[in-house]
């Protein structure tokens, strides 16, 4: 079975989370029988050139996985021929918003079946940004019949629900959800009570709330390290975030790394007592899912598959305001060591009773295969 699969960007750094993750983990787990052809730009997600690739033609990417990184000029020309060159049993559409790489598939690429991941996209928090924007791109899609015509995938019952919602109870659904990309567990980090090691792995952009994170932290009187790693999605923001940390306490200092490889990953993790995320909206969380299985626990929003957190001491989930992400971080800096160790074990736990492989193998036969 051959699955071509359009997407914007794919694997040019790591992004602890968003749809590039969700492809790579799909493809690392599930690829008994298939053989992946993936379609995206030669741009990394802020416009920089990617570098170390191989441009208009396949490349190999791993024994059963090829990548065109397609140029600007003529996109949708090439995108479609090569979908009809190749006549893949499967086109599947990761995302919406993007005319080459979303629409042009969607509405003239033929496959014998074809699936539209939204991503976390139809979230009300990802609607949001861009709101008018996305709204009479939507509109657009729904005149032209692309829920009639194509699969959505939801990768869980919520997600499924907002698909429903905005094209309509008949649309065709099916629910797969995401993998997540294991991290080794590690021992517990020495912890001191009144020091705290915290970081954060994603987009800087609105939606991860980096912002009220630093705000936060002008409430806390611990000792706090936070490392933020992750490119600049939003410069306006970022430049807002700088502003604040100039103004943090000297018992707070904040460090920003850049971008992150891939296999660095698990050795920042070592270096960390928790992770912190309170983002507004979040279809998976693949770095919180990462932080997790590596023992680290979360801090973040109730709006993400990883809620109950506190219950199964493997974190703590908080309303998105200034004073509870700084109740938050207080709670952790102020544990002593074995107090700590009981989140590290539960965050261990807490992530192989959410990361069911066989449950999520079965679920993409049925999206992919049309079986179980």
């Known amino acids: 079975m051959i699955v071509f699969i359009t997407i914007p960007w794919f694997l040019p750094a790591y992004r602890a989370g968003g749809p590039i993750q969700s492809v790579a983990n799909l493809i690392e ?16 997600l802020n416009g920089e050139p990617l570098t170390g690739i191989v441009k208009n033609e396949w490349t190999n990417y791993n024994p059963y996985t090829t990548v065109w990184y397609a140029e600007k000029d003529n996109v949708s ?19 919406l918003f993007s005319w080459h790489f979303n629409v042009v598939p969607m509405l003239f690429c033929k496959a014998d079946r074809k699936i539209i991941s939204v991503r976390g996209m139809l979230h009300p928090g990802a609607l949001s940004q861009k709101h ?6 939507l509109t657009g899609l729904k005149i032209l019949g692309v829920a009639s015509k194509n699969i959505f995938h939801a990768t869980d019952e919520i997600e499924e629900q ?63 390290k936070y490392n933020i790693y992750g490119p600049v ?29 891939p296999d660095s990953v698990a050795e920042v993790f070592r270096q960390q007592h928790v992770f912190a995320m309170p983002s507004k909206s ?21 709006n993400t598959p990883w809620n109950n957190l506190e219950l199964n001491s493997a974190g703590i989930n908080t309303a998105t305001d200034v004073q509870s992400i ?27 009773q959410n990361n069911q492989t066989p449950e999520k193998i079965n679920a993409y036969k049925k999206l992919f295969f049309g079986e179980i």
């Open 326 to 352: 700084a109740n938050a971080i207080s709670f952790f800096a102020m544990l002593n060591q074995s107090e700590y160790n009981r989140f590290v074990t539960g965050s261990k736990l807490y992530s192989k």
């Open 162 to 224: 907002f698909i429903k919602n905005e094209f309509g109870v008949n649309t065709t659904t099916l629910v797969a959800g995401n993998f997540a990309k294991n991290i080794a567990a590690q021992l517990p980090l020495e912890k001191i009570a009144g020091d705290l090691i915290m970081v954060t792995l994603a987009l800087i952009s609105p939606m991860k709330n980096h912002l009220m994170v630093l705000e936060a932290l002008k409430e806390c009187s611990a000792n706090i």
């Open 282 to 302: 979040e279809n998976f969380g693949h770095a919180i899912a990462e932080s997790l299985s590596a023992g680290k626990p979360v801090i973040t929003s109730n």
């Open 233 to 261: 999605k939003d410069e306006t923001y970022w430049q807002k975030c700088k502003a604040v940390i100039t103004e943090l306490p000297t018992n707070i200092t904040v460090q920003y790394h850049g971008e992150i490889a």
């Open 132 to 137: 008018l924007k996305k709204r009479l791109f």
């Open 77 to 95: 020309d090439v995108v479609c021929k090569e979908i009809a060159n190749i006549k893949p049993d499967v086109l599947y559409i990761v995302g």
């Open 29 to 44: 787990n599930f690829n008994a029988d298939i053989e992946y052809r993936i379609f995206c730009g030669d741009e990394d």
